[in-house]
């Protein structure tokens, strides 16, 4: 069952918490925003998608060290959104953002890794029809 306007509502209910517990740049924000770029991803309103996800790639570059697997997800993240969108240049190189930061901090045959190659090689095909 896709119930995304329940799950949009869990999530924002937990993002009004971290901020008011945390701060409005804690990586838990940024996984919040990740998580609710995700929803919108998927009911196809690419446009709040990107706002998410751009704002959590913001608070994970502030916040973590410049290669940790969290920015390599939401690296990955951006570049779901923009092959939605379209904008394949943009998207691959997301994706290669994504996997060269996992490449660096996570074993090679980890699944995320494996899942930012196979969107690298699969945008790259959509973009070369």
């Known amino acids: 069952m896709n119930d995304y306007s329940k799950a949009l ?3 924002d209910k937990a993002l009004e918490i971290y901020k008011k517990t945390l701060s409005n740049d804690h990586p838990n924000v940024a996984t ?3 998580s609710i770029g995700l929803v919108y991803n998927s009911m196809g309103d690419y446009t709040k998608a990107f706002s998410f996800c751009k704002r959590a790639l913001e608070i994970f570059n502030k916040k973590l ?4 697997p969290l920015l390599a997800t939401s690296y990955n993240n951006i570049g779901l959104v923009y092959g939605n969108m379209k904008k394949y240049s943009e998207a691959v190189a997301s994706y290669k953002r994504a996997v ?3 490449q660096q901090v996570l074993p090679p045959c980890h699944p995320n890794l494996e899942l930012y190659k196979q969107n690298l090689e699969s945008i790259r095909k959509k973009r070369n029809k």
């Open 9 to 11: 509502s869990f999530y």
């Open 65 to 68: 060290p410049p290669i940790h």
């Open 100 to 102: 060269e930061i996992g």
């Open 32 to 34: 919040c925003c990740n």
